[in-house]
């Protein structure tokens, strides 16, 4: 079946402007993961989202991003006035539950002048 | 707070031979889950192998093996019969069980660079 989609699969974006990633999780698969990949690092959680609860924000770095889940499926991280420390590969991950394997996307390269 | 630790940034092997990737971490849970993760040059991320905490016995997936010393907190890989397809950085992880309202939380290391030589 398909895999986690998103897009765009790269974005290169000025400093100060706002922009939106886009997460297709799975079909079926309840609960929805925001990472963020640095050049060389691990992965660093941003967000958190299982069926209709409250998204467990507590990765977010700072209040220029911010993430929604429309219906429960399709993920969108919004990041406003991006700055150049911004630049990373975004990666988005689904799993069934709380407890089963997160299944990740390509990610999405976001490159900010 | 949990830690992974991957001490290797890079490594190489021959085509067709052996090689392990180590990976410790640190946590004071009881109950967990491990992975190791392949990110090949395409960005995605595949699973390759997982690990519970409470099982005794290590995971194996074809030519992916682990072994799991809990008490010392370690998790390695062994990749047997090396092909030049698992060219790729290799990620350990560390899943902390939480409450179906948190969600859980991986944590990953920084990677082991992995190069299959022909």
């Known amino acids: 079946g398909a895999g986690v989609s998103q897009s765009p699969s790269n974005k290169v974006t000025e400093k100060g402007k706002d922009v939106e990633l886009r997460c297709d999780p799975i079909?079926?698969?309840?609960?929805l993961y925001w990472y963020r990949q640095s050049l060389g690092q691990g992965l660093e959680f941003l967000i958190y989202?299982?069926?209709?609860?409250?998204?467990?924000k507590s990765g977010l770095p700072s209040d220029r991003f911010s993430a929604e889940r429309t219906g429960g499926s399709v993920s969108t991280l919004t990041i406003q006035r991006t700055q150049q420390e911004d630049s990373a590969v975004y990666l988005c991950?689904?799993?069934?539950?709380?407890?089963?394997?997160?299944?990740f996307g390509p990610g999405t390269r976001l490159l900010v002048l | 707070a949990q830690t992974v630790t991957q001490s290797q940034p890079e490594m190489s092997v021959q085509e067709a031979e052996t090689v392990t990737l180590s990976c410790t971490y640190d946590?004071?849970?009881?109950?967990?889950?491990l992975f190791w993760y392949k990110q090949p040059p395409s960005r995605q991320m595949i699973l390759v192998i997982r690990?519970?905490?409470?099982?005794?016995q290590n995971a194996t997936e074809n030519r992916f093996s682990v072994n799991f010393q809990k008490a010392a907190k370690s998790f390695s890989l062994k990749i047997s019969d090396s092909q030049l397809g698992d060219t790729a950085m290799y990620f350990c992880?560390?899943?902390?069980?939480?409450?179906?309202?948190?969600?859980?939380?991986?944590?990953f290391g920084t990677g082991t660079s992995l190069t299959v030589i022909p």
């Open positions: 991950a689904s799993s069934s539950g709380y407890q089963e394997t997160q299944y």
């Open positions: 079909s079926g698969h309840t609960a």
């Open positions: 989202f299982q069926g209709n609860s409250a998204p467990d």
């Open positions: 946590t004071s849970e009881n109950n967990y889950y």
């Open positions: 690990q519970e905490a409470y099982k005794q």
């Open positions: 992880a560390f899943m902390k069980l939480r409450n179906a309202n948190t969600g859980n939380q991986f944590y």
